[in-house]
Structures are given as C-alpha cells and as structure tokens.
C-alpha cells in the first residue's frame, strides 16, 4: 500500500469521527468509547499495514 493511499484512509477516517462527534447527538460516555475503538483498529491497520503484525491472522 502506498503512501499516499495511507494518508487519504487517514484522512477519511479522521474527518468520519469528527463527523460523528460533532453532529451526531450522543452520550459522552459513549463517544469516548467509540473515538478508543477507531483509535486502536487504525493503530492495528497501520502496523499490519507496515507488515509489523504480519504473522498475526487479523485479516
């Protein structure tokens, strides 16, 4: 994957939470938790996308 593929999925991603934290009414609690969710999955994606969680089945 490309560079520049993975700043543009960045980019989406970001614009999408931002999207959802700004417009769609929803308990703090509960916004907390989604914004930790999309963290750590784009986190996992970056690194089996570097090839560090290669040997791991995550997809």
């Known amino acids: 994957m490309s560079m520049i593929n993975l700043l543009i999925t960045l ?4 614009v999408l939470l931002w999207l959802v934290n700004a417009y769609i009414p929803m308990d703090a609690k509960i916004k907390s938790i989604l914004n930790i969710v999309v963290v750590i999955a784009v986190v996992l994606w ?5 090839g ?3 040997g791991v ?3």
């Open 46 to 50: 970056l690194l089996q996308a570097f």
């Open 52 to 54: 560090i969680l290669s």
């Open 11 to 14: 980019v989406v991603v970001g």
């Open 57 to 59: 089945g995550l997809g």
